[in-house]
């Protein structure tokens, strides 16, 4: 009787695990999100389209043709119009200050990010420096360029690119330190006291201890500030004067005359002022994706 009750129920497919319903619930929602980001690319790309295709187009067949049309007949007359009209000029004057301003600006927030975290719990001025340092993320630059404004015109500089280079900096460095000192704090105290141990200095655990491990946010902080004052423009607009002393932003105003403006040129030159922005990208990547995901997982 044994037998058969065993044989009886073992003749009985047992039922598997029922799916939860969360779980069907989630599976729609990752295809309603999987269609709304592809529509998002495609609402995303289809300016930078217009874009490249606008910059190959003739400025007399612009306007008759259809805007997202690509061009029938290829020119490079557009570029080779903004490389003759001082291109190289501007491009060299971009790049003088955003260098000007982001190296300094990343080294201060480092060495400041470094004695902040170190020694911030027993000194009252590095912790003063530091809510003033966070009281500067929320100053806008809009509401402060009447006084920066007056402040060059007393130190004299004003029309040259120092003039520019040193507003940036003040204004690159309260975020940089924020997101640098968070990183310094992820270092373990072990290290510091190993480095410590070992006769190192503060100067060489800086450089040797803290440097290495905090390479992915430097590289975050130095392209964000490197893009926001590559196309910066309201500094550039106040604070200089003569054509000389323009940066790409405001080289677009060449390509502006008293009753149109040719939007191919213009195009072309918003194209190859873009192109050292995705070169620079593509070379800190890795370092960048680091370090803009890096403390999700604790």
């Known amino acids: 009787m044994a037998t058969t009750l065993a044989s009886g129920t073992g003749s009985k ?25 592809w529509l998002w690319l495609l609402v995303v790309m289809l300016p ?37 009209s001082q291109f190289a000029r501007y491009f060299m004057n971009s ?46 630059l809009q509401a402060t360029i009447i006084p920066v404004y007056l402040i060059i015109i007393r130190l004299q500089m004003y029309d040259t690119l120092a003039a520019i280079i040193l507003p940036s900096i003040a204004f690159a460095i309260p975020l940089s330190v924020l997101v640098l000192s968070n990183f310094v704090r992820d270092v373990p105290k072990e290290l510091f006291e190993s480095m410590r141990m070992d006769g190192a200095t503060e100067w060489s655990t800086l450089w040797r201890l803290v440097f290495p491990l905090t390479r992915p946010a430097l590289v975050t902080v130095t392209i964000y500030n490197g893009l ?22 405001l080289a677009l105003w060449t390509f502006q005359g008293q009753y149109s403006v040719n939007v191919p040129a213009v195009l072309a030159s918003v194209v190859l002022t873009t192109l050292p922005i995705l070169i620079l990208y593509a070379i800190g990547r890795r370092q960048l994706l680091s370090g803009l995901t890096a403390g999700f997982g604790k």
């Open 13 to 37: 497919a047992e039922p598997g695990p029922a799916e939860p319903r969360g779980r069907r619930r989630l599976g729609q929602l990752n295809w309603f999100g999987g269609t709304f980001g």
């Open 95 to 140: 790049v003088i200050v955003t260098l000007g301003a982001v190296l300094p600006a990343v080294l201060i927030s480092f060495m400041a990010s470094y004695a902040i975290v170190r020694a911030g719990a027993r000194s009252r001025f590095l912790r003063a420096t530091n809510s003033l340092f966070l009281m500067g993320l929320a100053i806008p």
């Open 48 to 84: 930078i389209y217009w874009i490249v295709i606008t910059s190959f187009k003739e400025q007399s067949s612009y306007f008759a043709s259809n805007p997202l049309a690509p061009p029938t007949e290829v020119t490079l007359d557009n570029y080779r119009l903004v490389i003759e």
């Open 228 to 249: 926001g004052i590559w196309n910066g423009f309201l500094l550039p607009l106040i604070l200089t004067q003569s054509p000389e002393q323009r940066t790409l932003p």
